[in-house]
Antibody
Framework: EVQLVESGGGLEQPGRSLRLSCAAS????????MHWVRQAPGKGLEWVSG????????GYADSVKGRFTISRDNAKNSLYLQMNSLRAEDTALYYC??????????????WGQGTLVTVSS | EIVLTQSPDFQSVTPKEKVTITCRAS??????LHWYQQKADQSTKLLIKYASQSFSGVPSRFSGSGSGTDFTLTINSLEAEDAATYYC?????????FGQGTKLEIK
């Protein structure tokens, strides 16, 4: 059974940093691209970033480009999101999602339950 | 950026009714359109991939159609457990985008 478990969320002040993690199990992690998707309270889904199986292709939403960095460690079956220069508008539930393909561009077949990030002074 | 516009935003329906949700893209995306179901306290689930392909384990009452700019998610014979918010998503070009969501309420 595919499992994606996010962690690392919490309350942080504007301008500070946070690192999210996603622990994957139940599938061959390095066969698939992975993504981060977020959802602000009461709002819809927003794609944040994606990374191909070998980290060779990476993409970001304009709203986080230059501030967030996605990475993965295939040996540890883990996905990460380094979030710097946090803003109030980054407050959201952050989901880890598994792509259907090795190079992102497919559907998001499995999702985690999310980790909540709150940016406030 | 490709904008996806869903309609309706909200619909109240009775069990066994047929429901149609539409998703319109601001430019052609071929068949790179996927549908998801989101319920409170559950992980988001893929229903339909590439416009019309059912994902494994999804009940047969869910189906999808369309290509280019206009897409439809159909739920035949709605069940109480289908109360949820439904999102379309395009993977044609970066940045990937989602529709604003359609909330289904069961009467």
């Amino acid at each position: 059974e595919v499992q994606l478990v996010e962690s690392g969320g919490g309350l942080e002040q504007p301008g500070r940093s946070l690192r999210l993690s996603c622990a994957a199990s139940g599938f061959t992690f390095d066969d698939y691209a992975m993504h981060w998707v977020r959802q602000a309270p009461g709002k819809g889904l927003e794609w944040v970033s994606g990374i191909s199986w070998n980290s060779g292709s990476i993409g970001y939403a304009d709203s986080v480009k230059g501030r967030f960095t996605i990475s993965r460690d295939n040996a540890k079956n883990s996905l990460y999101l380094q979030m710097n220069s946090l803003r109030a508008e980054d407050t959201a539930l952050y989901y880890c999602a598994k792509d259907s393909a090795y190079d992102y561009g497919g559907d998001f077949q499995h999702w985690g339950q999310g980790t909540l990030v709150t940016v406030s002074s | 950026e490709i904008v996806l516009t869903q309609s309706p935003d909200f619909q109240s329906v009775t069990p066994k009714e047929k429901v149609t949700i539409t998703c319109r893209a601001s430019q052609s995306i071929g068949s790179n359109l996927h549908w998801y179901q989101q319920k409170a306290d559950q992980s988001t689930k893929l229903l339909i991939k590439y416009a019309s392909q059912s994902f494994s384990g999804v009940p047969s009452r869910f189906s999808g159609s369309g290509s280019g700019t206009d897409f439809t998610l159909t739920i035949n014979s709605l069940e109480a457990e289908d109360a949820a918010t439904y999102y379309c998503h395009q993977s044609s070009s970066l940045p990937y985008t989602f529709g604003q969501g359609t909330k289904l309420e069961i009467k």
